[in-house]
């Protein structure tokens, strides 16, 4: 006879953290994607990260958690009413993965997996923004999230984790989000920028990232909280969540190698900015493998996703699409990478569940033939084909109909501006006057009070708003 359900404290522990962990990630992608953008635009692209989190995640409790995780109906989407917002799930027995042979599943609260969901959707959307900087309508972006979430990622996260077509039907592998995170927002951050058209002067102006140090400090957190990504995914604490753990430091550090040797290579100067990207291409092409394959084969895909990832972000120039911050280049190419590799290296020695669980076959390399590698490949057509198919209806339609595109002025002077009536930095002068050091200072002049028969300044006929800087 079954025993009674129980919470596995570890394993809620666990995950709690990881879900921690993971939002942790869209700040920190709000400041990657605001170092690398112009001055005038930094405020709106952090906007675009930080809306996301409030607008997926009501998405995710209401209805979004239940077409990606409720019972399949399809193959294409679980039952909308599952999981709906309108209930509670509270009960002894509302454990995720329960059953009648096994009450505990895995001993998790069903909110917390909802939870550790929830912020997958949330920054696989915030992905997307990087490569339409500087001007896209923020009520626009606000429309496109809801619409795009709402018909991509939760149907294609059923798809890949849910029972859907793609882990249940044609068993694809995707430990953590290659191909239900990063390909699908590198698809449709494509689909997006061919709707847009390109940034004004782009590509004859220079737009280099305005703070370096920012992108670096974006960077280490998307670094630190990936680990809660890769290694909560495994939802259990045992020896595969080590193993995802190591293998995303691996494939990360190694990635960093990889793309500052091409800096090396063609231009003779490694950069902080490679090297921060280098670490995203790393960890972006770890995400679908790191639990699935070996160590040593981490380090391979590392060095092999920041050097393809190094080369595939000049594609836009060649190409003529812009894609501000390289989203393409890095999550899109990274995540092909990724999931493409599992078809090379994925083995049941190191994760039984490849078979046991999904009905996956060995890697190429560990003799199980090219029969999961065109499983991989599918995978990753089927997803590229909707999310570009749609992301592209979508942003068009927003385009013809509320405006997708700020006007040409408004790009002109600075998108946060116009869109927010905020500025990220204030360079003007601390005082006016004569402009000498007491002046700025704000302690008149160095005898210690006002100059004779001066006269106070006028008042503005207008407040200025503190939140505009220049």
């Not at 399809?74 to 209930?87: C, M, S, V």
């Not at 490849?354 to 060995?362: C, E, F, K, L, P």
Request: contains cysteine; charged residues 10%; aromatic residues 12%.
């Amino acid at each position: 006879m079954p025993e009674a359900p129980t919470i596995d404290g570890a394993n809620t522990t666990w995950l709690l953290v990881s879900t921690a962990l993971v939002l942790l990630m869209t700040p920190g992608l709000a400041l990657f994607y605001g170092g690398l953008n112009r001055a005038k635009g930094v405020l709106n692209m952090m906007m675009m990260s930080f809306s996301a989190i409030g607008l997926i995640s009501i998405l995710w409790w209401f209805y979004g958690f239940s077409v990606a995780f409720g019972t399949d109906v399809n193959g294409f989407w679980g039952d909308p009413g599952a999981y709906l917002g309108t209930k509670t799930f509270l009960a002894e027995t509302d454990l995720w993965g329960a059953t009648a042979e096994n009450p505990s599943g895995i001993g998790v609260p069903l909110y917390v997996f909802m939870a550790f969901q929830m912020v997958f959707a949330v920054i696989t959307v915030a992905l997307i923004s990087g490569a339409i900087a500087d001007r896209a309508k923020f009520a626009g972006w606000l429309l496109f999230a809801f619409g795009w979430a709402t018909l991509v990622y939760f149907p294609v996260a059923h798809w890949v984790w849910g029972g859907g077509i793609i882990g249940g039907d044609i068993h694809a592998l995707d430990f953590a989000g290659g191909t239900a995170v990063h390909i699908n927002a590198g698809a449709a951050a494509l689909a997006v920028v061919l709707v847009l058209g390109k940034r004004l002067g782009w590509p004859r102006e220079g737009m280099k990232p305005h703070n370096i140090p920012l992108v670096a400090l974006g960077a280490g957190l998307l670094w630190f909280g990936w680990f809660g990504f890769n290694a909560g995914s495994e939802l259990t604490v045992d020896s595969v969540a080590g193993l995802a753990f190591i293998n995303t430091q691996l494939a990360t550090a190694a990635a960093v190698l990889g793309w500052i040797a091409v800096e090396w290579v063609k231009d003779r100067k490694p950069t902080m900015v490679g090297a921060s990207s280098g670490a995203v291409a790393g960890l972006v092409a770890i995400t679908p493998a790191c639990g699935f394959i070996a160590p040593w084969a981490s380090v391979l895909l590392g060095i092999v996703a920041g050097v393809v990832c190094a080369l595939a972000v000049s594609l836009k120039y060649k190409l003529g699409y812009d894609d501000s911050l390289d989203v393409v280049g890095v999550h899109f190419v990274g995540g092909w990478i990724g999931s493409l590799w599992l078809g090379l290296f994925a083995t049941n020695s190191v994760n039984a569940a490849i078979t046991d669980v999904v009905g996956a076959s060995d890697g190429l390399f560990y003799g199980g033939g090219a029969t999961q590698l065109g499983r991989q490949a599918l995978a990753g057509l089927i997803v590229t084909a909707w999310s570009f198919g749609i992301a592209w209806v979508l942003a068009f339609v927003i385009e013809k109909t509320i405006g997708f595109r700020v006007k040409a002025e408004a790009e002109v002077e600075g998108i946060d501006i116009a869109e927010h009536a905020e500025s990220s930095y204030d360079l003007s002068p601390a005082g006016g006057g004569t402009g000498s050091a007491f002046a700025m200072a704000g302690i008149g002049t160095p005898g210690g009070g006002a100059t004779s028969g001066a006269k106070p300044e006028a008042e503005p006929a207008e407040p200025v708003s503190e939140k505009v800087a220049g």
